[in-house]
């Protein structure tokens, strides 16, 4: 079966401009998470969707991040404006609901120069 | 809230030696228990997860992990690594099936011939 898949793979952008990235879970998964891995520490989760509601987005900074999931398939995650400190790896995953499977796709580099 | 410390940041094993990597984790209600390996430029791939039952748990690639209530450990082991099993090691809890994981540091096993 097809995994899940993100884009772009890498992105390099200035401070303040803004970013987007798009991630097509597996068909059928109706959970979707989003996790932010800075360099040196494990992923940290920024919002979870299950179809197109959102279940937790406790550590997601509102001021600057912002995601969607419109017809609870694929989904995008924002930034507007960029810092520095947002480099990082932003890792999409999905699963089935109520399952402890969270199948990762291969994430997109961001740099903020 | 939950939080997991993996006490060691890189392992450097010779191929055909054993390894243990070492995962504590702190929570005050059960949890759910797993290890994910990172390849270079690639997404988190389950190696085993902790469910309930037997404290042992066999995973993929030859890994396995044990499951030590009273030290709140859940330490991962292969008797035998080889140079492909050179990654990034994740441990990580969850409180709730389909819920978000909180992930440890990292440790980055190095395997050298």
């Known amino acids: 079966e097809a995994g899940v898949a993100q884009s772009p793979r890498y992105k390099i952008i200035e401070k303040r401009q803004s970013v987007a990235f798009w991630c097509n879970p597996i068909?059928?998964?109706?959970?979707l998470y989003w996790y932010q891995q800075i360099l040196g520490q494990g992923p940290k989760l920024l919002i979870q969707?299950?179809?197109?509601?959102?279940?937790?987005d406790s550590q997601l900074p509102k001021d600057r991040f912002s995601a969607e999931r419109l017809k609870g398939v694929d989904s995008t995650l924002k930034i507007q404006p960029a810092k520095l400190e947002d480099s990082a790896v932003y890792l999409c995953?999905?699963?089935?609901?109520?399952?402890?499977?969270?199948?990762f796709g291969p994430g997109t580099r961001l740099t903020v120069l | 809230a939950q939080s997991v410390t993996q006490l060691d940041s890189q392992v450097p094993v010779f191929e055909e030696a054993p390894v243990e990597l070492r995962c504590n984790y702190s929570s005050s209600v059960s949890v759910y228990l797993f290890w994910y390996v990172q390849y270079p430029n690639q997404g988190l791939q389950l190696l085993l997860k902790?469910?309930?039952?037997?404290?042992l748990v066999k995973g993929i690639n030859g890994f396995e992990a044990e499951f030590n209530k009273s030290q709140t450990s859940f330490h991962l082991r292969k008797p035998s690594v080889h140079i492909s099993d050179t990654a990034e090691y994740f441990c990580?809890?969850?409180?709730?099936?389909?819920?978000?994981?909180?992930f440890g540091q990292g440790t980055e096993l190095s395997v050298k011939p």
């Open positions: 995953a999905s699963s089935l609901v109520g399952t402890l499977k969270q199948f």
């Open positions: 902790y469910l309930s039952g037997s404290t």
């Open positions: 969707f299950q179809n197109n509601g959102v279940v937790d």
């Open positions: 068909s059928g998964h109706a959970t």
């Open positions: 990580a809890v969850s409180r709730d099936q389909g819920g978000k994981l909180i």
